[in-house]
Every structure is written in C-alpha cells, then in structure tokens.
Nanobody, 121 residues
Framework: QVQVVESGGGLVQAGGSLRLSCVVSGLTFSNWAMAWFRQAPGKEREFIAA????????YYTDPVKGRFTISRDNGENTGYLQMNSLKPEDTALYYC??????????????WGQGTQVTVSS
C-alpha cells in the first residue's frame, strides 16, 4: 500500500521560511516524479513545483520561482519543499504527489493528506 505523508507546515510570519517534507512508502520512490500542489480556501488546487525521478530537473510555477526550492532524497524516500520569503498569499493546504512528470493533478497517482501553511501579515 502506497503512503504519502507530508509534514512541516505551520504558522509563520510574512518573510519567514518553512521546509515541508514528504515521506513516501510502498513504492520505489526513485522510479517516480514528485510534485507539490497547494489549495487555498475557496480556490482550486494549483501546481507549485515538480522534480524528476533523479532530481535532475525541476519546474516551478511563476509565483514561487526564486522563493521555493523542491528537492528529494531517494535514499530516504523523502521529498522536500523549502519555502523562503513567504507571503500571506502562500497560505494554503500543501499536498505532495507522486506520479508522472507534469503540472496537472491527473499526472499524479498518489497523494498525501496535506499540511497546512499559514502566513500572517
């Protein structure tokens, strides 16, 4: 059974940083791309960042470029999202997803339950 578990969310002031983690079990993590999505209240879930199986290529949505960094440790079956210079508009439930490389929900087969990030102004 595949499990995807996010952690690291919390409440932070604007300008602060958080590091999200995503632990994946039940599959060979290095065979799968990984991505982070987020969903703010009243909005649709949106793509944030993706990383290829080896970690050699990374993709970001424009609002987070230069502030967020996606990474992975295949030996630890763990992915990360380092978030710096956080803004109130980054407030959302953040999801980790595992699947094929892409920017859409349907590209990913396995999802976590999400971790809440709240940025105060």
């Amino acid at each position: 059974q595949v499990q995807v578990v996010e952690s690291g969310g919390g409440l932070v002031q604007a300008g602060g940083s958080l590091r999200l983690s995503c632990v994946v079990s039940g599959l060979t993590f290095s065979n799968w791309a990984m991505a982070w999505f987020r969903q703010a209240p009243g909005k649709e879930r949106e793509f944030i960042a993706a990383i290829t199986r080896s970690g050699g290529s990374k993709y970001y949505t424009d609002p987070v470029k230069g502030r967020f960094t996606i990474s992975r440790d295949n030996g630890e079956n763990t992915g990360y999202l380092q978030m710096n210079s956080l803004k109130p508009e980054d407030t959302a439930l953040y999801y980790c997803a595992v699947g094929s490389r892409g920017h859409y929900d349907g590209d990913y087969n396995y999802w976590g339950q999400g971790t809440q990030v709240t940025v105060s102004s």
